[in-house]
């Protein structure tokens, strides 16, 4: 009975199985900055500084920057189209049970299934800043035409967490400053695509050292470099900023398959209106000079605005991987509420493998 | 406001740098004709995942990776739902006819267009068998290897059905008088396509069951004995 056997194997790798495949993305991105398309080199919020550039620190007002937690959660479009659809039910319909069941899988097959949590603990001073982060990630999708021309699933998931520590000064009075950030990663990138008839892929999934090898995480202690540049007007401010991720380059030990997250180079440049109490800020990101992962320039571009008014509302819009990408903040004092909506494209060319996702975020710090 | 109103034009539904998204004044990132196959069949439009596959495979004929994916695709573009193998009961007390024809096309459900069902199904069965029969293995460590293998047992087991209920069927009901139009040449690819349907896999049985059950009609003809076990069988 080959079917049912299949039948049973299909939905228990859904159970079992793990890549986005790290590019020249930072370890660790706010939500916020995701909406504003990821430019986050000459502007980022709070904990995100550490990560996109620990240049920024030294600007701002006063000795204490930032004490707090950010807890985000990350849901599919897709999979809440999905969960909608479940919640509906079939109770009225004159389906057969197999009718049913073919629908229900053909419903899987149409919706991916992806969410994630980021979160990040963070003190940041005019000098230095601390952020334990933790960034996971899952994508499920079925295909009823796999690689193979038979169903298949593919099962990818990152998982980051560690601890950055940045320190940070300003040079050449106050137009220069100069930053680093050490930190230390425990990774991992499972991806794992099965098709019917993979019998080798299916026994590996059944075994332990399988098993192991796919949720197996790495560890490594990185550096990052960057410097900003940053002229400053009565009502408008230009900011240049270069940035060295994993300087020489980011070794993890482990049972992984992540080895290295190599050394990438980006700049970016930023353009602030403000009047003190409100702020536009454009900016626009060149990750990875030198193409160290080869990415297509839709993934190393990134660009937006973000638009703070009277210090406690913000909108973000941007394009992030190339697809449109829209946030909204409100901060009330010691609380911030953030909603985001980007598209994360998980091929290596537009359009291939995009997810529309709804990323919500609670902030508590001052 | 440029730059906002830039953003929203495109109202999230297109990439920036989509070669279809139409903004001709970004760069444009060109997919391979195997990504925009790739595409067309998880959309779901088999006819443009049958054109640009048939043009990849008569360019590099000798790639057989994209050989069984043609043949999913012709077979989807004739009506058969792969999806209803995976939930099927090839080894209940149903007969190959009855498993198979819950979920086949039929000239009910395909009107006019059954013809070029069938035609879609040869075509599907023809791609799979231009695979060097030595690579075409169940054994074989090459995934497409593997999938040509159950393929061809599910889409010959298929054709054979759908050309029996060619005979069964008219465009409204169950009419089992045309089988008397059934030629020697149909009975002969009837049960060629169940032979070759033939083996230990839940169709592959069910294919050999229902080639022992035609030879054990009675009748002098493999037309009439077809005939009579396809009225058995229902």
């Known amino acids: ?366 | 406001m440029v730059f906002i109103m830039t953003i929203l034009q495109s109202c999230g539904t297109k990439n920036l740098f989509d070669c279809d998204g139409g903004y001709a004044r970004s760069k444009c990132v060109h997919r391979t004709k195997d990504e925009d196959a790739r595409i067309a069949l998880d959309k779901g439009d088999l006819d443009t995942a049958v054109t640009l596959l048939s043009e990849l495979v008569a360019d590099d004929p000798t790639n057989y990776q994209r050989y069984p994916l043609l043949a999913a695709a012709y077979a989807g573009k004739s009506g058969f739902d792969i999806l209803n193998v995976v939930t099927a009961n090839f080894g209940g007390s149903s007969s190959l006819i009855q498993t198979m024809t819950s979920f086949l096309p039929t000239p009910i459900s395909r009107g006019a267009l059954y013809d070029q069902s069938l035609t879609d199904m040869d075509s599907s069965i023809k791609t799979l068998t231009a695979i060097p029969a030595e690579l075409r293995t169940s054994t074989s460590s090459d995934k497409y290897a593997t999938s040509a293998v159950l393929q061809l047992t599910l889409y010959q087991a298929a054709y054979g059905v759908m050309l029996l209920n060619k005979f069964t069927y008219s465009t409204t009901a169950y009419d089992p008088s045309q089988l008397a139009n059934m030629t020697a040449a149909d009975a002969a690819a009837i049960l060629a396509a169940f032979a070759g349907a033939s083996g230990s896999s839940g169709a592959g049985s069910a294919a050999a069951k229902a080639i022992a059950a035609i030879q054990a009609q009675p009748g002098g003809t493999d037309q009439e004995k077809i005939a009579a076990w396809s009225q058995a069988a229902r």
């Open chain 1, 1 to 366: 009975m080959l079917p049912r056997r299949i039948f049973v194997v299909f939905f228990t790798l859904i159970q079992h199985s793990g890549i986005f495949a790290k590019g020249s993305a930072p370890v660790y991105e706010d939500p916020f900055d995701i909406a504003a398309g990821g430019a986050s080199l000459t502007r980022a919020s709070q904990a995100g500084m550490i990560f996109s550039n620990p240049a920024l620190i030294p600007y701002g007002n006063g000795f204490h920057r930032w004490f707090g937690n950010e807890a985000t959660v990350i849901v599919g479009k897709d999979s809440v189209e999905f969960a909608k659809t479940l919640q509906k039910g079939n109770k009225s319909s004159t389906d057969t049970p197999a009718e049913k069941q073919v629908k229900f899988i053909e419903q899987v097959m149409k919706s991916p299934i992806h969410a994630g949590v980021l979160n990040n603990f963070a003190y940041i001073n005019k000098y230095f800043g601390v952020s334990t982060f933790n960034r996971g990630e899952v994508d499920i999708q079925a295909k009823k035409y796999g690689d193979t021309g038979l169903p298949a699933i593919r099962f990818r998931a990152e998982s980051y967490q560690g601890v950055g520590v940045s320190a940070a000064s300003m040079a050449l009075t106050q137009v220069v400053s100069v930053g680093a950030t050490a930190k230390y990663i425990y990774a991992g990138e499972p991806d794992l695509a099965i098709d019917l008839t993979d019998q080798e892929g299916i026994k590996k999934l059944q075994s332990k050292s399988g098993l192991k090898s796919l949720i197996a995480m790495n560890t490594g202690l990185g550096y990052d470099a960057g410097m900003l540049i940053f002229l400053q007007g009565y009502n408008s401010d230009y900011r240049l900023a270069l940035k060295a991720d994993d300087v020489g380059g980011t070794k993890l030990k482990g049972d992984g398959v992540l080895k290295e997250l190599k050394q990438v180079y980006s700049i970016g440049l930023g353009y602030t209106l403000h009047n003190g109490i409100d702020a536009i800020h454009l900016s626009l990101d060149y990750r990875d000079i030198r193409k160290c992962y080869d990415e297509a320039l839709f993934k190393r571009v990134r660009t937006g605005v973000k638009f703070i008014v009277r210090k406690h509302l913000g909108l973000a819009a941007g394009y992030y991987d190339g697809w449109p990408s829209y946030g909204v903040e409100l901060d009330a004092w010691i609380v911030r509420l953030t909603g985001s909506y980007y598209t994360r494209e998980l091929g290596a060319k537009p359009g291939i493998d995009p997810r529309k996702v709804y990323a919500l975020g609670l902030t508590t710090g001052f």
